[in-house]
């Protein structure tokens, strides 16, 4: 995508609302409507580029995790924490992991 000191990160952060320093001019549009904070970061999960991930766990349990610490159990979508399970079952099947789920 570009060679090292292109700005992939810049952009990365500027679009995850991440960048809090330098100028950033423009509009962000996602699908063509203009970013919205609180809708954006509901509906995102972004992971910095040396970001730790647990090489304990599954891919399952590793999407699972986040679902637990990121879903809200207010929002009448998800409910309770089985809730969370079967929206994390759902990215695993939109994403296509599903035969790598066991896999650490």
């Known amino acids: ?8 990160t810049t952009l990365l952060d500027v679009i995850a609302m ?15 409507h203009l970013q919205e904070r609180t809708s954006f970061l509901r509906c995102s ?6 970001d730790v991930q647990q090489p304990e766990l599954t891919v ?3 999407v699972e995790f986040c679902a637990r610490l ?4 207010k929002d009448p979508m998800i409910g309770d924490d089985a809730g969370k ?6 990215v695993l099947q939109i994403m296509e992991l599903t035969d790598i ?3 650490q």
């Open 45 to 50: 999960g972004y992971v910095e580029q040396f």
């Open 60 to 62: 399952r349990e590793t």
């Open 70 to 73: 990121r879903l809200d159990t």
């Open 18 to 32: 991440r960048k809090t320093s330098g100028d950033i001019e423009g509009e962000i549009r996602l699908n063509g």
């Open 101 to 103: 789920q066991n896999l």
């Open 1 to 8: 995508m570009g060679s090292s000191g292109a700005g992939k």
């Open 85 to 90: 399970l079967r929206y994390a079952a759902h």
